[in-house]
């Protein structure tokens, strides 16, 4: 940045933040309200430097300074051109959040016509869809996406900033619906039945919105089409059952009772690889940016280097455990596993050194999660979980399940957790990392649908997709509830504050 530049940001971000509101609260007109920044004009950069300077500004000062700054660079009239002027004040108001840019409707007129001409609340939800999974999964899932990030075509046929305005309370409503049904439990099932042949149960599944990817009792690999539900490829191969799986958008890698980790095509079903090093079951595997965790019932972990789906080599194989290692997670800093020994132990992804061991469990662990400085683990003694991987404090035990707890899953707001009493709990997380939040409200709700132990789960925002022993797969829709549906419809929450965490 040019040093000139730099002082007159400084002298505009200064000025804006010790203007007093009286200067732009209650005038008739943006040209009344607005005090002129005559001293920081510079008319040798003219245009471009006004905005370069406001726009920097409105990065750093987005409350009462955002709608000082916009006020000032809508007076500057004889320094700019009236659409530069229009244009600045455009970027600077979309900074705001929906209850800012409320207000700043109501201020007078023409900031009112700048909130609509700028389309700044087709500009809110964008920036909401961008940066939040929730908002871009109800874009998609409600179909409103479609009229975002477009230019406005040449016809001027295209929504007006009234649609979007009217628009964002109802997608706050479908938000605090979906928080609702989730802690009151309210959702639709789907169910699909394997219909296995011989031996019944499914193990391990993973889904996306297009398919679910199922490991099977029975020695395969099931494809559903997650919309019709109806199968639509089985993998064969494994002569025992296939106990773990991960894909991505090239393959589909499974780990089975017979000792190996085979690596299918994910588009054709075609069996790329196999990788035989196990002498025991393999458990548990995780891939991720080239390089893949295995563990088994031989109690050892194997780390490979991943160049292709056809050339897998072993690295390196850790090995500390003294009963079989049941689960595996890792990120760039961390290999995590969990043993049937009681403890978890860290390892250093890079080095694949030891680190430390977490203790605390009174049984064998059957699964775990890791991400950030939070694992999340499940037992035998029927209880979960919650430590700090740098110090390997353990921050909470959750009690509820009355049997073995077989699977766990959390994100920013909830863990799920599966068991061997056949029921899936929903726990709030936020509440479990809080030492003051009572025991007895951490578990939101009980989910019983399946007839026999939960195996695995996985869920977003929307959903959960579980699995059992009882040769079914389940799908736990929070968003369409048929309930709420039959309901007459509400008035929409006066809240315009929704929070992204």
């Given at each position: 940045?040019?040093?000139?530049?730099?002082?007159?940001?400084?002298?505009?971000?200064?000025?804006?933040?010790s203007?007093?509101?009286?200067?732009?609260?209650?005038?008739?007109?943006?040209?009344?309200?607005?005090?002129?920044?005559r001293?920081?004009?510079?008319?040798?950069?003219?245009?471009?430097?006004?905005?370069?300077?406001?726009?920097?500004?409105?990065?750093?000062?987005?409350n009462?300074?955002?709608?000082?700054?916009?006020?000032?660079?809508?007076?500057?009239?004889?320094?700019?051109?009236k659409?530069g002027?229009?244009?600045?004040?455009?970027?600077?108001?979309?900074?705001?959040?929906?209850?800012?840019?409320?207000a700043?409707?109501?201020?007078?007129?023409?900031?009112?016509?700048?909130?609509?001409?700028g389309?700044?609340?087709?500009?809110?939800?964008?920036?909401?869809?961008?940066?939040?999974?929730?908002?871009?999964?109800?874009?998609?899932?409600?179909?409103?996406?479609?009229?975002?990030?477009?230019?406005?075509?040449?016809?001027?046929?295209?929504?007006?900033?009234?649609?979007?305005?009217?628009?964002?309370?109802?997608?706050?409503?479908?938000?605090?619906?979906i928080?609702?049904?989730?802690?009151?439990?309210?959702?639709?099932?789907?169910?699909?039945?394997?219909?296995?042949e011989?031996s019944?149960g499914?193990?391990?599944?993973?889904?996306d919105?297009?398919?679910?990817?199922?490991?099977?009792?029975?020695?395969t690999?099931k494809?559903?089409?997650?919309?019709?539900?109806?199968?639509?490829?089985?993998?064969?191969?494994?002569?025992?059952?296939?106990l773990?799986?991960?894909?991505?958008e090239?393959?589909?890698?499974?780990?089975?009772?017979?000792?190996?980790?085979?690596?299918?095509?994910?588009?054709?079903?075609?069996?790329?690889?196999?990788?035989?090093?196990?002498?025991?079951?393999?458990?548990?595997?995780?891939?991720?940016?080239?390089?893949?965790?295995?563990?088994s019932?031989?109690?050892?972990?194997?780390v490979?280097?991943?160049?292709?789906?056809?050339?897998?080599?072993?690295?390196?194989?850790?090995?500390?455990?003294?009963?079989?290692?049941?689960?595996?997670?890792?990120?760039?800093?961390?290999?995590?596993?969990?043993?049937?020994?009681?403890?978890?132990?860290?390892?250093?992804t890079?080095?694949?050194?030891?680190?430390?061991?977490?203790?605390?469990?009174?049984?064998?662990i059957a699964?775990?999660?890791?991400?950030?400085r939070?694992?999340?683990?499940?037992?035998?003694?029927?209880?979960?979980?919650?430590?700090?991987?740098?110090?390997?404090?353990?921050?909470?035990?959750?009690?509820?399940?009355?049997?073995?707890?077989?699977?766990?899953?959390?994100?920013n707001?909830?863990?799920?957790?599966?068991?061997?009493?056949?029921?899936?709990?929903?726990?709030?997380?936020?509440?479990?990392?809080?030492?003051?939040?009572?025991?007895?409200?951490?578990?939101?709700?009980?989910?019983?649908?399946?007839?026999?132990?939960?195996?695995r789960?996985?869920?977003?925002?929307?959903q959960?997709?579980?699995?059992?022993?009882?040769?079914?797969?389940?799908?736990?829709?929070?968003?369409?509830?048929?309930?709420?549906?039959?309901?007459?419809?509400?008035?929409?929450?006066?809240?315009?504050?929704?929070?992204?965490?």
């Amino acid at each position: 940045m040019d040093p000139a530049e730099a002082v007159l940001q400084e002298k505009a971000l200064k000025f804006m933040c010790s203007m007093p509101r009286s200067l732009w609260l209650g005038c008739s007109s943006l040209a009344d309200s607005m005090p002129s920044l005559r001293c920081l004009y510079n008319p040798g950069t003219g245009a471009l430097t006004a905005f370069q300077t406001y726009n920097s500004c409105a990065r750093l000062c987005l409350n009462q300074e955002t709608v000082c700054l916009a006020s000032t660079a809508m007076k500057t009239e004889n320094c700019v051109a009236k659409r530069g002027l229009d244009h600045i004040a455009e970027n600077i108001l979309s900074y705001l959040d929906a209850k800012s840019l409320c207000a700043a409707e109501l201020v007078c007129k023409e900031w009112y016509r700048v909130t609509s001409d700028g389309m700044l609340w087709k500009k809110l939800i964008e920036r909401m869809v961008r940066t939040d999974s929730l908002w871009r999964g109800l874009a998609e899932r409600r179909g409103w996406g479609q009229y975002l990030f477009k230019n406005k075509p040449p016809d001027g046929n295209a929504p007006p900033n009234s649609f979007y305005r009217a628009l964002y309370p109802k997608i706050i409503q479908d938000i605090e619906t979906i928080e609702s049904n989730w802690r009151c439990g309210r959702h639709s099932l789907q169910r699909i039945h394997c219909r296995s042949e011989t031996s019944k149960g499914v193990y391990c599944l993973q889904y996306d919105d297009q398919k679910i990817v199922s490991g099977l009792r029975d020695n395969t690999i099931k494809i559903w089409d997650k919309n019709t539900l109806e199968c639509k490829r089985i993998l064969t191969g494994h002569t025992g059952s296939v106990l773990c799986l991960q894909y991505d958008e090239r393959v589909i890698i499974t780990g089975s009772s017979d000792s190996t980790v085979r690596v299918w095509d994910v588009n054709t079903g075609e069996m790329l690889n196999t990788l035989i090093h196990h002498c025991e079951a393999v458990l548990h595997l995780r891939f991720n940016n080239g390089m893949m965790v295995t563990c088994s019932k031989d109690r050892s972990i194997a780390v490979w280097d991943m160049a292709s789906p056809t050339d897998i080599t072993l690295r390196r194989v850790l090995v500390g455990h003294r009963a079989a290692v049941n689960v595996v997670d890792f990120d760039d800093k961390y290999i995590v596993s969990a043993s049937g020994d009681r403890t978890i132990k860290v390892w250093n992804t890079s080095t694949c050194e030891f680190v430390r061991t977490l203790n605390g469990h009174k049984r064998g662990i059957a699964c775990l999660q890791y991400r950030d400085r939070l694992v999340v683990s499940g037992s035998s003694d029927n209880t979960i979980r919650l430590w700090d991987i740098e110090c390997g404090a353990c921050l909470r035990v959750l009690e509820g399940h009355e049997e073995l707890v077989r699977c766990i899953r959390f994100d920013n707001k909830r863990i799920v957790s599966g068991a061997y009493d056949g029921k899936i709990k929903v726990w709030d997380l936020v509440a479990a990392l809080d030492p003051r939040a009572p025991a007895g409200t951490l578990c939101l709700r009980t989910l019983v649908e399946h007839s026999g132990r939960v195996f695995r789960l996985q869920f977003d925002e929307f959903q959960i997709v579980s699995s059992s022993h009882d040769d079914t797969i389940l799908i736990w829709d929070f968003l369409n509830d048929p309930a709420a549906q039959a309901e007459p419809p509400r008035s929409p929450s006066r809240t315009y504050t929704y929070i992204s965490r």
